[in-house]
């Protein structure tokens, strides 16, 4: 099993920036892929950003050139530097964790952050 906890949400003004944090305890060994999801009221939850195991990365349009996925693996942790927020950035944080030998294709998920950018 893998446990997921984020941190470093807030309120930030528009064009400001924020650190996200997710420390992953458990079998952190068998993680394949980490990432950040974000979900508003009412919306499916949609991707911001994931890290393979080879480092390799993947930003959904919207956040490419202001969002940075980075990993830690001695620290068993993932970060999502944000960068020239936007209003419609404002959403719960997730971090996820994909470990096809214990899971598949299924991810574990956090708590979520929440993460407020006012115009």
């Known amino acids: 099993q893998v446990q997921l906890v984020e941190s470093g949400g807030g309120l930030v003004q528009a064009g400001g920036s924020l650190r996200l944090s997710c420390a992953a305890s458990?079998?952190?060994?068998?993680?394949?892929?980490m990432g950040w999801y974000r979900q508003t009221p009412g919306k499916q939850r949609e991707l911001v950003a994931t890290?393979?195991?080879?480092?390799?990365?993947n930003y959904a349009d919207s956040v490419k050139g202001r969002f940075t996925i980075s990993r830690d693996y001695a620290k068993s942790a993932v970060y999502l530097q944000m960068n020239s927020l936007k209003p419609e950035d404002t959403a719960v944080y997730y971090c996820?964790?994909?470990?096809?030998?214990?899971?598949?294709?299924?991810?574990?998920w956090g708590q979520g952050t929440q993460v407020t950018v006012s115009s």
């Open positions: 996820s964790a994909v470990s096809t030998v214990l899971t598949g294709l299924r991810p574990y």
């Open positions: 458990g079998s952190t060994f068998s993680i394949d892929v």
């Open positions: 890290i393979a195991r080879g480092r390799s990365t």
